[in-house]
């Protein structure tokens, strides 16, 4: 008898590895932002469920995810905000239904990766946000990504700046600029052309990367973060010196 080709030698040997790899999840819409234009946008429909997005950018991510949670809540789902820097206005939060939002606050930053383990291991949520944390090594993400994949919930890590390489499925570059988010969504996927959804412009960028450009108008209130202090000093009655006639002699109390 004549011994097997090498190709189908080949294909056998693929076969038996296909079947030790984990079979694909799914494809499950994902969760809603609440804003047409940026849904439209990303592949799912919203935030990816069992999935990590990254969130970056100096100003206008806390608006963005303050309506994104809104809008979750107001839908019935639970969500979990880890306020690693303890700097969230409450002020900003407090309409929201505080049975179903829960707003984690770590005595040290550093904690915030510990709160999102056990936050996703509790498969409780379908939203878990983790803000202003130190960054997270790979190892740690990789955990992390994998509850968020078992518990089905969208993983949402917010940096300040384009620090975090953690290889989420989607990166998000927000940009405040008056009343306007720009929101670039860097991923694998193409969007074709030039539309325009509620004033929301999309535009396909070169450079052998695919993404996406979405501008939103700020039609909800501002986010506020609070002084990383816990008060400003007072200053009243300190000891003043002039420059030329005071020679170190205490002038009046300043108010």
């Keep these: 008898m004549s011994s097997p080709s090498s190709s189908a030698l080949r294909a056998e040997a693929v076969e038996s590895l296909r079947a030790l790899l984990p079979q694909p999840l799914p494809t499950a819409p994902g969760l809603p932002t609440g804003l047409d234009a940026l849904d439209g946008a990303l592949a799912s429909g919203g935030f990816p469920r069992g999935r990590l997005t990254e969130v970056v950018g100096a100003s206008g991510t806390l608006t963005l995810l303050r309506h994104v949670v809104q809008t979750a809540v107001e839908r019935g789902d639970w969500v ?3 306020d ?3 700097t969230l206005s409450p002020r900003d939060w407090s309409g929201l239904d505080d049975r179903r939002l829960w ?4 005595p040290e930053a550093t904690h915030g990766a510990w709160c999102a383990d056990v936050l996703l291991r509790s498969a409780a949520f379908s939203l878990v946000v983790l803000d202003s944390a130190p960054p997270v090594t790979r190892a740690i993400a990789v955990r992390l990504m994998g509850l968020a994949r078992d518990s089905n919930a969208a993983f949402v ?5 384009d620090t975090t390489k953690l290889g989420g499925a989607v990166r998000l ?3 405040r600029r008056r009343q306007r988010l720009r929101i670039e969504i860097q991923k694998g996927f193409r969007v074709q052309g030039t539309d325009r959804v509620q004033g929301a412009a999309f535009r396909v960028q070169g450079g052998g990367k695919y993404s996406s450009m979405v501008e939103i108008n700020c039609v909800i209130g501002v986010a506020r973060r609070l002084c990383s202090y816990p008060e400003v000093p007072d200053r009243r009655g300190v000891a003043r010196t002039s420059g030329k006639r005071g020679r170190g002699r205490a002038a009046s109390p300043h108010y």
């Design 80 to 82: 979990a905000y880890i």
């Design 84 to 86: 690693a820097s303890r």
């Design 103 to 106: 707003i984690v606050r770590p």
């Design 157 to 161: 890590v917010v940096g300040a700046g």
């Design 173 to 175: 570059h927000v940009h």
